[in-house]
């Protein structure tokens, strides 16, 4: 007969929930995860790595596209959507697959249904729509001295917009097009509306995005979010901010939208596809957490700084208990929760330091404080700039277009935040995180010796820019 008591039991198989698994198992707790659909979670399997897989294909097309920019040349450029779709979800099963494989080697077992927790340390499991992975086990009554819920977040829904999988779509129905739209209509202009924009615009099509906000890019540096909506718009892109769609009407094979331009007008839209990007709530219901008492706010689960809930023996982690709803604070809070729980006493995760990256192009990185937040904050601050011009590394690229920047206190030297936009800028930040965590210096960054001809050369450049001393520019 199974086991069915554990020591951890996680709910839910996104990064923040296997990797959990997997660091609970390390510190020698018995363990088990539950899923009801897959894998990997949205992530592995409907967000951030699908997605980035569809990026790619635009990008080697938009490369192809502009051959003789490079002194090459390539004829009949095209792409097939089937194709590009197929290798997006290629790349989504194989790290799905990754995940059954790392359950395996580290002795988690997999739980296949969908979860509710009867009381602290009891939860039913129902069985799942799908079929499990081999050697996983099914519906039934099953124990844990703690609980981790790490049940992920669902696309928003607002009244007047509600996608209906066929006209209008949120990210599930992007990814998966069964053609490509010749014109498109993106509601929001968070990270995820932004990478759609520009996925869909590179392959053709005609996009517009309505931001409500202001802003486009909205938790991102102003400055940053400007230069990168004056490279947006260079594309074709169509921008309204202040702006909201406040009807569609849906026909055989194309919406309508009425859009309230925020200046007392409104103005109709006809599109092909319409994509609801207003962001997400947490997965909180159907959990028993109202009958246990565990307290929520707003969608998602209250947590202290060691992801402990209000009701002792049951933790969140991850997109449910709050933002930024980014998979690597999902993992980072998942390893703080399980060795708080081993008493190893972890730090609580600084949200400061969590840094964000938006997959469009050009792309966009920051963390920490942004230059209105520091100065909200009273702090006498030195900011740096330095563009991406001045680099050899990228006008050899052909990628000139682009901007460090980086934020000081004034009187300690302390790094306060770094925000950039431009190529690759997705993996540069780390740089500035590690330095951040570190608490890195002024002189310290300068004393570091990049190396030439690289783009990280730059980030030595906006340091050297914030104290009068840039070389390049």
């Not at 409907?46 to 294909?57: D, E, H, N, Q, V």
């Not at 939860?123 to 703690?146: C, D, F, M, N, R």
């Not at 997109?319 to 703080?336: F, R, S």
Request: proline content about 4%.
């Amino acid at each position: 007969m199974a086991d069915t008591s554990f020591d951890i039991i996680i709910i839910g198989s996104g990064p923040g929930g296997y990797v959990t698994a997997i660091r609970a198992a390390q510190l020698g707790f018995k363990t088990a995860m539950v899923e009801r659909d897959y894998l990997g979670g949205i992530c592995l399997n409907w967000g951030c790595i699908p997605t980035k897989a569809l990026l790619r294909s635009a990008d080697v097309y938009h490369l192809m596209m502009h051959a003789k920019d490079f002194g090459l040349s390539a004829k009949d450029v095209a792409y097939d959507p089937a194709a590009v779709v197929k290798r997006s979800r290629g790349v989504s099963k194989r790290l799905s697959d990754g995940v059954a494989f790392l359950m395996k080697k580290n002795k988690v077992q997999v739980i296949w249904g969908e979860a509710a927790i009867d009381a602290a340390g009891k939860i039913t499991v129902k069985a799942g729509k799908s079929e499990g992975p081999k050697g996983a086990l099914g519906a039934g009554s099953y124990q844990a001295k703690h609980i981790i819920v790490a049940t992920g977040a669902r696309p928003r829904v607002l009244p007047g917009i509600e996608p209906d999988k066929k006209l209008v779509w949120t990210y599930f129905e992007a990814m998966v097009p069964e053609k490509m739209p010749k014109s498109l209509l993106v509601i929001g202009s968070g990270a995820i509306g932004v990478e759609f924009a520009s996925f869909y615009r590179t392959l053709g099509a005609d996009v517009t995005i309505v931001e409500v906000l202001p802003q486009i890019l909205p938790v991102e540096d102003a400055e940053i979010a400007t230069f990168a909506r004056k490279q947006f718009e260079k594309q074709g892109i169509k921008i309204m901010t202040g702006a909201k769609v406040t009807k569609l009407d849906r026909k055989a094979d194309s919406v309508t939208a009425t859009i309230d331009d925020g200046k007392g007008g409104t103005q109709q839209m006809t599109v092909d596809r319409v994509i609801s990007a207003v962001g997400v709530t947490g997965n909180i219901e159907n959990l028993g957490l109202e009958k246990l008492g565990v307290k929520t706010d707003r969608g998602t689960i209250v947590i202290d700084g060691m992801c402990r809930t209000n009701v002792p023996g049951i933790y969140a982690i991850g997109d449910v208990a709050g933002p930024p709803m980014l998979a690597h604070k999902a993992e980072h809070e998942g390893v703080v929760c399980v060795e708080a729980i081993k008493g190893l006493h972890p730090h609580a995760m600084d949200k400061n330091l969590i840094p964000g990256c938006t997959y469009c192009n050009p792309q966009v990185a920051s963390v920490g404080l942004t230059e209105a937040a520091a100065k909200a904050k009273g702090i006498e601050i030195r900011v740096g700039r330095f563009p991406f011009v001045g680099n050899g590394k990228a006008i050899a690229l052909g990628e000139d277009q682009g901007l460090v920047k980086v934020i000081f206190n004034k009187k300690t030297g302390q790094l306060l935040g770094a925000h950039m936009v431009g190529t690759e800028v997705t993996e540069l930040i780390q740089g500035y995180v590690v330095a951040m965590n570190l608490e890195t210096t002024e002189e310290e960054l300068m004393h570091t010796i990049f190396p030439h001809p690289t783009l990280s050369e730059m980030m030595k450049e906006a340091v050297l820019d914030a104290y009068g001393r840039v070389l390049n520019m």
